[in-house]
């Protein structure tokens, strides 16, 4: 698959990605799927809201945030729209182990870029980063029929 960087934010060098998930054999395997690719670099990880925010006030804002909906200090969703208020052009894929339609609803209502179940394929979590990071939305399961 070819990955190419489409965001002005970093045009030479590799897409920096920071990954918001309490469970570390999840964070475990992000980074082993962006360490394969040789597009990608793993900016940051943590466990909690807190953790990132420790990041982001330390001006380490990725070129993208892979962000799970439930985590021990809070919920996703309320980071999500902390982040964007001060970082609005920062795209932010959300991950869960919910497949109710209504979690990737209210993604989008918070203004994430995607929504992804944890059940997916590594190959689909590669295309949903490429799609946010191209400036599109991903949503799994599907918006569209609301949409329009």
């Known amino acids: ?21 309490d469970h570390s054999i999840m964070r475990a395997v992000y980074r082993s799927l962006i360490d394969d690719s040789p597009e990608l670099d793993m900016a940051w990880s943590a466990s909690t809201i807190d953790e990132a925010r420790l990041h982001i006030e330390r001006d380490d804002i990725p070129d993208i945030i892979i962000m799970d909906v439930t985590l021990p200090d809070g919920t996703g969703y309320d980071l999500v729209r902390e982040i964007l208020n001060e970082y609005p052009e920062v795209p932010i894929l959300m991950v869960s182990a919910h497949e109710e339609r209504s ?15 944890k059940d997916s394929s590594p190959a689909e979590l590669m295309d949903a980063l ?15 029929a609301q949409q329009g």
């Open 1 to 21: 698959m070819m990955f190419l960087p489409t965001l002005s934010v970093h045009p030479v060098s590799m897409m920096r990605i920071a990954v918001v998930d």
């Open 103 to 117: 979690y990737a609803e209210q993604a989008a209502e918070c203004g994430a870029k995607g929504y992804l179940v």
């Open 130 to 144: 490429e799609t946010v990071i191209s400036g599109e939305v991903y949503f799994k399961p599907s918006l569209n």
